[in-house]
C-alpha cells in the first residue's frame, strides 16, 4: 500500500525529467525505495557511478514536502489525476510489460480491463484512403465496445479517434508531452473529445513539452495497452514501427492494411505483412481474433443480411455506385472498373470501407460479392 508521503514523493520524482527510466530502476534496486532516494547526501549523490551528471544535478535538488503537497492539490483543478501502479485506476496491462511506468499521469479515464483494445496506428502525412480506412475500422471495432487506443497525433491517430469518437465508443491517447500541452494544436478539439469519451495518459509532468525523443518512449504504451495493433500506412524507416516493436516484445497481434507495392506509405505495411503480420481486408477480420478472448464479441446467428434492404442514410453515393453494381454472384474488380467511372485506387478505397460495413464480401483475389439486398433511390 503506497502512502501519501511516498506519493508526493513521486510526483515530486516525475518531474525530474533528466532521470532517466532505466536510472530510476537501477537506483530503486541499489536503494530500496523513493524514500531512501530522497534521503542520500550530495555527497553520496556525486559518488554515484551510473547516472548521468544531469540526473545527479535533479537528484540534489531539495525536496520542500509543502510545495509538492500544493501544486498535487492543483491537479484535480484541471481534471488531472497522477496515479501508480498500486493504483486501482493504473492500467493493469502494463503491469506485464517489462518497463511499465513508473508514474502516469491521465485525464479522463484510464481504459476499462473487461473491454478489448486496439491501437490504430500510422503515417502523420497519410493519404485520403489511409485517413477513410483508418476512420471507417475504428468505427466499426468501437461499435463493438472495442477500445481505441492511439497516439493523437496528426494522420491515422486523428483519424482513428474520430472514427470512436462518431461510433460513440471509447477512446483514448498516449501523448508525448505533458497533459496542459496539446500537440499538434490544431487537435485541441479532439484532445477535449476524446478526454471526454476516454481519456489521455501522459508519463510526463504537466508541462512538459512535446520533445522529438519523447515519443518513441511514449510508444511502448501505446502497444501495452493494447490486445492488438492495427498499421494503417507507414513509410520504410517510420517511427511507427517503433510501436510495432514494441508490441512484438510484449507478445501483442499485429496487424497491417496492405496497399500498393508503388506508394511509399505502403511499404512499411507491406513489409510487416510479408514478415508475418495479419492481413486486415475488414474489422471482421481483427474481431474474430478477439473474441477468442472476450466472448462477448462472438457473432450469434441473425437473419441473413440478403433478406436486409439497404438504407440510404448507411452508405454515400459513391458507395452506392459501386453496390448497385455488384450482386450475390461474384463479379471481378476488372469489370468494376469497366462499369464505373473511378480510378482503381479510389473502388479499392470503396471496396474496403463497404468489407469494413460488412456489405461487401471478396470471396477470392478481386472477386467481390453483395451481402446485402439493396433498394436504390
Not at 511514449?218 to 524507416?237: F, M, P, T, W, Y
Amino acid at each position: 500500500m503506497i502512502t501519501e508521503r511516498e506519493r508526493l514523493m513521486w510526483y515530486a520524482w516525475s518531474k525530474k525529467e533528466e532521470i532517466g527510466y532505466g536510472e530510476t530502476r537501477k537506483l530503486l534496486l541499489y536503494y530500496g525505495n523513493i524514500e531512501e532516494l530522497y534521503r542520500l547526501s550530495k555527497e553520496e549523490i556525486t559518488q554515484i557511478p551510473w547516472i548521468s551528471e544531469r540526473a545527479k544535478k535533479r537528484m540534489m535538488e531539495p525536496y520542500e514536502e509543502e510545495t509538492e503537497y500544493n501544486a498535487y492539490m492543483k491537479l484535480s483543478k484541471v481534471g488531472a489525476h497522477f496515479i501508480l501502479p498500486e493504483d486501482e485506476a493504473y492500467p493493469t496491462q502494463l503491469k506485464q510489460m517489462y518497463d511499465p511506468p513508473w508514474f502516469l499521469y491521465y485525464k479522463g479515464d484510464t481504459p476499462a480491463l473487461d473491454l478489448p483494445c486496439v491501437a490504430i496506428i500510422g503515417a502523420r502525412a497519410c493519404t485520403a484512403y489511409g485517413a477513410t480506412i483508418a476512420k471507417e475500422l475504428a468505427k466499426k471495432l468501437a461499435t463493438r465496445k472495442i477500445q481505441i487506443i492511439s497516439g493523437l497525433a496528426k494522420g491515422i491517430d486523428g483519424y482513428a479517434h474520430k472514427g470512436a469518437l462518431e461510433a460513440g465508443g471509447r477512446t483514448y491517447g498516449v501523448i508525448g508531452s505533458g497533459l496542459s500541452h496539446c500537440y499538434p494544436k490544431e487537435n485541441e478539439y479532439l484532445y477535449e473529445e476524446v478526454s471526454k469519451h476516454g481519456g489521455i495518459l501522459s508519463e510526463y509532468p504537466m508541462h512538459s513539452q512535446a520533445i522529438p525523443f519523447h515519443f518513441p518512449i511514449r510508444n511502448r504504451i501505446i502497444a501495452g495497452l493494447s490486445d492488438s495493433i492495427v498499421v494503417v500506412e507507414a513509410k520504410e524507416k517510420s517511427g511507427t514501427l517503433i510501436t510495432v516493436d514494441s508490441g512484438l516484445e510484449q507478445g501483442k497481434d499485429i496487424y497491417a492494411i496492405p496497399g500498393k507495392i508503388t506508394d511509399p506509405l505502403s511499404i512499411g505495411c507491406n513489409r510487416l505483412i510479408q514478415n508475418g503480420a495479419k492481413l486486415v481486408q475488414s474489422a471482421e477480420d481483427i474481431i474474430e481474433e478477439l473474441s477468442v478472448r472476450y466472448p462477448y464479441l462472438q457473432k450469434k446467428r441473425k437473419k441473413s443480411k440478403q433478406q436486409m434492404i439497404l438504407l440510404d442514410e448507411e452508405v454515400t453515393e459513391e458507395e452506392k455506385c459501386i453496390l448497385k453494381e455488384l450482386d450475390f454472384e461474384p463479379i471481378h474488380l476488372e469489370q468494376l472498373l469497366e462499369r464505373t467511372s473511378y480510378s482503381i485506387t479510389k473502388v479499392m478505397e470503396i471496396l474496403f470501407v463497404l468489407q469494413t460495413k460488412e456489405f461487401v464480401k471478396e470471396i477470392s483475389t478481386n472477386y467481390y460479392i453483395r451481402l446485402v439486398a439493396f433498394a436504390y433511390h
